[in-house]
């Protein structure tokens, strides 16, 4: 029990330390043209959430297509 408190722990300290830099930034200006031109966030692609969504998902296939193998 006490090894899954020390994981929690650990996990619980890299994520505020990641997650503290981040807020302390300073909003980006959002882009656009305010009279309806472009769209609000200047036209940025979702590209690198996606990617990390895409790769993510092809580990947990390879990785539940060779537990199966194994059953």
């Known amino acids: 029990m006490k090894k899954?408190?020390?994981l929690f722990v650990i996990?619980?300290?890299l994520v505020i330390l990641y997650a503290f830099p981040v807020m302390a930034d300073v909003p980006p200006d959002p882009g656009g043209d305010p009279t309806g031109g472009?769209?609000?966030g200047g036209g940025s692609s979702i590209?690198?959430?996606l990617?990390?969504?895409l790769i993510?998902?092809?580990f947990y296939?390879?990785?539940k297509?060779?537990?199966d193998r194994n059953k």
């Open 56 to 58: 993510a998902g092809v």
């Open 51 to 53: 990617l990390t969504f």
């Open 61 to 63: 296939g390879i990785r």
């Open 38 to 40: 472009t769209p609000v």
């Open 65 to 67: 297509l060779k537990t």
């Open 47 to 49: 590209g690198g959430g």
């Open 4 to 6: 899954w408190i020390n």
């Open 11 to 13: 996990v619980a300290g």
